[in-house]
């Protein structure tokens, strides 16, 4: 479970500050599917960074399952994100340089898992994101619903127990969004993934167990 | 992976790491070429000094070297000999006697330097049969003498002649005798061209009084790269309190410091060749660095520690290098062997100049090992050096920051 209290951050505070996060007070259970949305500039993309331990907030602490996000050294976040997040990205940021089966085995690499088991397992996730033929290809070669599709094979293929999303489907057409939402929530059931996706878009915001809208850096409404 | 990474990232530009490659070819083939001009220059100037006068190494009474003295002799003693050709290196050892004498004419006198030698052993070291311009070359038992052709103009002698030498034998003993030239040749040390007499050692034993003595053993040699190997193995076979064994760089130690810097001299040029090329790496590698950063960024937030970003930056470097190095060797050795086998012959007045200061107008090259294992680990460094400010570039980029770039 993922407790969130008090959570500020605030840009330029020895100038001009600008709170990117007010006061933010929340808890997102185990297995949620949430999307997070409002208008440019609420919040969502801070929100998300710090969920992720890419970024340190001003003030609040994160617990995720009691223990303090933010409380390791930047060597140790690296380590516990790979190990426990996984990471969607709006423009995909494949290896350019390595196929769809190497940038999934990558991540276990870096987990430093068997080369049989690596691709044992990046053969079994592209099947389950539904491109399991296109395991030889590098990413200039695949669609960008295709890429966004390794994107989310990658981000599973160290086993998170949350995984965040930043505008996933900003890039998609509506077969590849409305796809890529049907794997999503498929992981979500049957492997109990917690989903955290900041989004825009409103066929996502459909598809959402619950959705958390942000303005001016606060949280103003919750949806279920 | 990291390294599979590192070399496809190389082919990601490929223009840009073809020419990064061919910079560092280029400047490793030519600085092995200076290098090798240089070295073998080096080794020519040895040589002619080698083969025209004092050997690759010689061997004298103990204290010789450091008086000159005509009363420092050793005698001829055919096991002294037999244990300096026992070394495998030795080509020839032979005895030579030398002493200075005033020469005269009826009108003319000038201060001369008398050689005794083995007129056989002298020719296998120094071809001086092929110098002699007039009259005849000396045999083992010449009675007679051949003189430097600027000597002989200056005394305004020739073949058949008659010049007197008056000169110190032995202990004390007057050296005076009458010599007939029968013969005149052109040393290529102008020095020696001008004040040289060749005898037969005997001859000049008989002239200074000291019969089956000479001052030394003048060393021929195999492979002259090994004589300081040889001067050492030959220190363990001779008597030391009797003998003093010398290389030739101790023998002419002003031609190891004009050799040394020179050297250094060329050495300074190809560090500047260096400079400017790594200046072009430097900012390859710069911007390879620079133009994914954001890639980087998503590197860290996916769990790739930094350490492993700062082994593939350097591993892209070292294959530019690698590359770079390994195929310039490759096609740079055989240009050393066929240039050493196929020195360049300077003709003209600049090839005559050459050949009247006593040197063989030819421009030598060497091939050796010597000469591109420090050119290619120089490379090697500068890549890693290269590296250093592109890794702390990394190392101070902000993930978050990064990504939203």
Known sequence: MIEIKNLVKTYNADTIPVKALDHVDLKIEEGEFTAVVGPS?????????????????????????????????????????????GFVFQDYSLMPVLTAEENVEFIMELQGRPKAERAARSKALLEAVGI???????????????????????????????????????????????DLLDIMRQLNEKENITFVIATHDQRVMDRAKRVIQFDDGKIIDTKI | MITKIAWRNLWRNKRRTVTSISSIFFAVILAILMRSLQEGSYGQMIDTAARFYMGYAQVHQKGFWEDKSINSLMTDLQETRTKILSDKNIKGAFGRLETYAMAATDTLTKGVMIVGTEPEGEDQLSNLSQKVTKGQYLTSDSKDIIIGEGLANYLGITVND?????????????????????????????????????????TVQYFVTAPNMINAYILDVHDNRKVD??????????????????????????MVTLINTDREGGKIMIYILYVVIAFGIFSTILMMTIEREREFGILTAVGMIRRKIYSMLLQEALFIGLIGIVTSILAGFPILLYMENHPILIEGAKGEAMAKMGMEPILRFTASLDIIWPQALLMALIMIVCTIYPIIHVARIKTVEAIHS
Request: aromatic share 6%.
């Open chain 1, 41 to 85: 500039g609420c919040g969502k993309t801070t929100f998300l960074n710090i969920l992720g331990g890419l970024d340190t907030p001003t003030n609040g602490t994160i617990l995720i399952d009691g223990t303090d996000l933010h409380n390791r050294s930047s060597a140790d976040m690296i380590t516990y994100r790979r190990d426990h997040i």
């Open chain 1, 132 to 178: 399991g033929d296109k395991g030889k290809q590098f990413p200039t070669k695949l669609s960008g619903g295709q890429q966004q599709r390794v994107a989310v094979a990658r981000a599973l293929a160290s086993k998170p127990k949350l995984i965040l999303a930043d505008e996933p489907t900003a890039n998609l057409d509506s077969k590849s969004t409305s």
């Open chain 2, 162 to 202: 008659t010049l007197a030498l008056l000169g110190q034998g032995y202990h004390g003993a007057s050296a005076a005798e009458l010599y007939r030239v029968q013969g005149i040749l052109k040393h290529p040390n102008p020095q020696m061209n001008n004040q040289v007499i060749y005898m037969s050692l005997p």
């Open chain 2, 229 to 254: 190997q040889t001067v050492a193995e030959l220190k363990e076979k001779l008597d030391l309190d009797a003998y003093e064994v010398m290389s030739w760089s101790e023998l002419a130690p002003e």
